[in-house]
């Protein structure tokens, strides 16, 4: 748009008023060593650039030169912690690694990190923490009295029927048996499925996504998923191939019963504020410990094995008890600092969720620093004589009002969770000091200012429910438009369609043709001669 402004705005209620709109254009923005926010666009539809054909995005404030040399549509980020002499938190490098299914899993976690502090391999989570493992004690193996709901999802695996693994979803653990068969080509096997001195055979392929009962028990089965060739990718399960390699099933079972183990939390995994004795049912998941003087120490907890604690010493494999994993400790850093390494994915996992990114390139003083930049992230280069920070994602502007929520609503439909609308109340200050407050939903918009010439005119700005997250109430985000040229556009389109009316209805409008009697009776004395000798 050349006058009028497009984009969204997402508002949190409670948080102050904003006015930065997200426009739907990409831009790269370097805040300079001068303290001013450059930006400058970076759409790569037409000519990407690539190393051999790079963007000159010109000089900066430090005399450096500033180019865009490669764009990716996946960048994938792994953590690098660097090291330092005092500070910052410790780190620990490790590698798990199956034989059973050919694959081996590293990273680094570190300390004090809300979001890098722990690794999820899907089937189990490997955290890290300051400090001494506690002393082991037994766990509380009571079973509790009466039947509860249960819901349990079980991995089997084909070329390991006694390593599966368990998830308790609600009550506890059934104590169920779950063996799939060894699939042949075309099929994808059978299930078995034990509970005390009962079993139920049922077939993969035709109960996956279905409910089906178990007769003669209070549980139903579904099948969740199926893999042909398994492994664990990003931390989440996928097939490698079609081939019946390494068959695995995840079986959820739903129903009332007394459970073999105390209740784990809503989401099946314990609580970390609590101790792990009292956490509820024993989940997969290996808590390391770093102490001052750099010991290593560990709680494992396995559903197979129960709960154990131990020393760990560099490069000695532990194993863990899920399936055939081993854990092996190679590296520490009892002073580090969070630093991330991005790099393109040419062919990402599915369902990955990984943004795009480009690869820029500073040059100063005969020294050259290229780094990936992915979507939403900003990260600082070592420039003279200071450094400065660079960002890739959605072109922001400013717009000369602010928006604030209020309140959000979500109507449900009757009976069941879900959403039958939302409906957003925000007011909207300008820099004049005007206010207003309005509610807009879904085909019901709120403009502002709302004078009549204003909308007419399309001098106001009309602010649209675009979408909502449902993990968060207090959420919302508003479409805005202000469109000044909009009428000017409706009389084009209205004249258009009059035009054609006419050509096609009113024959008085119309053009006659050159040998229609119409034009021959208008013609002149030598034409009707022409066209008398034309006709004979």
Same mark, same amino acid.
């Given at each position: ?17 904003t006015?930065r709109?997200?426009v739907d254009?990409h ?6 060593t ?28 430090s ?8 764009y ?8 690098n912690p ?5 500070g ?7 590698a798990?690694?199956t ?7 590293e990273?680094w ?7 890098h ?5 899907g089937?189990?989570? =490997?955290?890290?923490?300051?400090g001494t493992a506690?002393?082991g ?7 509790p009295?009466?039947e ?7 991995f089997a695996?084909t ?10 979803a609600?009550?506890?653990s059934?104590g169920?048996?779950?063996?799939l068969s ?8 059978t299930v ?10 049922r077939d993969?392929?035709?109960?996956i ?11 139903t089965m ?5 893999w ?8 989440k399960p ?13 079986v ?17 995994a ?9 956490a509820g049912?024993?989940q997969?998941?290996l808590?390391?410990f ?22 760990l010493?560099?490069?000695?494999p ?15 850093m009892?002073?580090?600092?969070h630093w991330m ?18 690869r ?8 050259? =620093?290229?780094?990936? =930049? ?16 660079v960002?890739?994602?959605w ?5 000369? =009002? ?6 959000f609503?979500?109507q ?8 039958a609308g939302?409906?957003?109340?925000v ?6 000091g005007?206010s ?6 879904m085909?019901?918009?709120?403009s502002?200012p ?10 106001t ?12 109430l ?33 024959k008085g ?6 040998g229609?009697?119409?034009?021959a ?15 004979s």
């Open positions: 748009r050349i006058w009028g402004a497009e984009g969204t705005i997402t508002l949190f209620k409670g948080e102050p008023p006015n709109l997200l254009q831009q790269l923005r370097v805040r300079d001068d303290g001013i926010v450059k930006g400058y666009p970076a759409e790569f539809i037409n000519r990407p650039p690539n190393p051999q054909r790079p963007w000159d995005l010109g000089q900066l404030a005399g450096a030169q500033l180019h865009i040399v490669d990716s549509t996946a960048v994938e980020g792994k953590l660097k090291p330092l002499e005092s910052g938190a410790p780190a620990v490098h490790f798990i690694a034989a059973m299914m050919a694959q081996r899993l990273s976690v570190l300390a004090d990190d809300g979001e502090s722990s690794f999820n391999m089937l189990a989570a =490997i955290s890290l923490k300051r506690p002393a004690t037994p766990a509380d193996a009571a079973a009295e009466g509860v709901e249960i819901e349990e999802s079980i695996f070329r390991s029927p006694e390593q599966q693994v368990g998830k308790v609600k009550g506890g059934s169920a048996k779950v063996v060894q699939p042949e080509i075309g099929n994808k096997g078995t499925i034990s509970v005390g001195d009962k079993s139920w055979t993969v392929a035709e109960n996504g279905r409910e089906t009962p178990l007769e003669g028990s209070s549980f579904r099948v969740e998923g199926y042909s060739d398994f492994r664990i990718d990003n931390g996928t097939s490698v191939s079609d081939q019946p390699n390494n068959p695995a099933v995840v959820t079972l739903r129903g009332r019963g007394v459970p073999v183990a105390a209740p784990a939390d809503a989401h099946g314990p609580d970390p504020a609590q101790d792990a004795g009292a049912a024993p997969n998941r808590t390391l770093i102490a001052d003087d750099g010991r290593i120490t560990y709680e494992l907890v396995s559903r197979k094995a129960g709960r154990s604690t131990g020393a010493e560099l490069n000695t532990l194993p863990t008890g899920w399936a055939d994993w081993q854990l092996t400790v190679d590296r520490t009892p002073h580090a600092e390494d991005f790099n393109p994915i040419a062919s990402p996992a599915a369902g990955a969720n990984l943004p795009d990114g480009i820029v390139r500073v040059q100063q003083e005969g020294s050259t =620093i290229e780094q990936w =930049i992915p979507a939403g992230w900003q990260i600082a280069l070592p420039t003279a004589p200071a450094p400065i920070q960002a890739y994602g072109k922001q502007e400013q717009l000369p =009002i602010a928006l604030e929520l209020l309140d609503e979500v449900r439909n009757e009976g069941s969770d879900s959403p939302f409906k957003s109340t007011r909207v200050t300008d820099r004049d005007g207003a407050t309005g509610q807009c939903w085909n019901n918009p709120f502002y709302g004078v009549w010439w204003r909308t007419w005119s399309g001098l700005y009309k602010m649209s429910q675009a979408s909502w997250n449902p993990e968060n207090g959420q919302s985000t508003i479409q805005i438009l202000r469109d000044p040229g909009w009428l000017l556009k409706w009389i084009g389109s209205l004249l258009i369609c009059t035009g054609i009316f006419m050509l096609f209805y009113l409008f119309r053009r006659p043709s050159a229609s009697p119409t034009a009776a208008s013609a002149p004395p030598a034409e009707k001669r022409a066209l008398a000798e034309v006709a």
